[in-house]
């Protein structure tokens, strides 16, 4: 099955510790995606990457950091420079990104919640 | 400044009636909006979309509606089913980035 694949389920973060989380997809798509979401609070763009090797950050990068050396790979690390990393973090991707894919649906992940110990 | 304004916190509708789901927008630059469903501590499911050159879209018993001029949209379903018991998020889109989205809505369906 074709699929988002978040890994792990459930992560704890000691205070100064950097922590990464896999995002993996078998849909061939381009366009991968990080978003954070807070207690009754929408989704929040981290970072996005529309191609291998190309990323950009969204409205909340600041402590963030990602990488995509493949097509099927988008890993997130927190580091210790995010004050408030608690939050449930989601992973996307789409068919195409950028503006050949405006109109294309992001399909989602089931998600990493992260918490600090 | 949230762009994109889901109002209602929480909406409950009697099985068989028709939900309504509301969603307001300041961007005039979007051009192409989504409704997603979230179950808890589960990732968002594609529901619905519609661009801008379109005001409705419908798809089995989901229909959204787009009113450009007032920049609202919004999600009917009917009937509405116990399953459909989640939280809505509406989404827009208008650049080469991500998506932004709402706070959600948590529609409960009483039988």
């Known amino acids: 099955d074709g699929g988002i694949t978040q890994s792990p389920k459930y992560l704890f973060r000691k205070e100064g510790q950097n922590v990464t989380l896999s995002c993996e997809q078998n849909?061939?798509?381009?366009?991968m995606y990080w978003y954070r979401q807070d207690p009754g609070q929408g989704l929040r763009l981290i970072y996005y990457?529309?191609?291998?090797?190309?990323?950009q950050k969204g409205d909340i990068a600041e402590g963030y950091s990602v990488s995509r050396e493949k097509k099927e790979s988008f890993p997130l690390t927190v580091t210790s420079a995010q004050k408030n990393p608690t939050a449930f973090y989601l992973c996307?991707?789409?068919?195409?990104?950028?503006?050949?894919?405006?109109?294309?649906?992001?399909?989602f992940g089931d998600g990493t919640r992260l918490s600090i110990l | 400044d949230q762009q994109v304004k889901q109002n209602s916190p929480s909406l409950s509708v009697q099985e068989g009636r028709i939900s309504i789901l509301n969603c307001d927008y300041t961007?005039?630059?979007?051009?192409?909006f989504l409704w997603y469903k979230k179950y808890p501590a589960e990732g968002p499911t594609f529901l619905i979309s519609?661009?801008?050159?379109?005001d409705k879209n419908e798809d089995g018993r989901f229909t959204v509606f787009l009113n450009k001029s007032a920049k609202h949209l919004s999600l009917h379903i009917v009937p509405s089913q116990p399953g459909d018991s989640a939280v809505y998020f509406c989404?827009?889109?208008?650049?080469?980035?991500?998506?932004?989205f709402g706070k959600g809505t948590h529609l409960i369906i009483q039988p």
């Open positions: 990457s529309q191609i291998v090797n190309d990323f």
């Open positions: 996307a991707s789409s068919i195409v990104g950028g503006w050949r894919g405006l109109n294309q649906p992001q399909h």
């Open positions: 849909l061939n798509h381009d366009a």
């Open positions: 961007n005039s630059m979007f051009d192409y």
């Open positions: 989404a827009a889109r208008g650049g080469a980035d991500g998506l932004t």
């Open positions: 519609i661009s801008s050159i379109k």
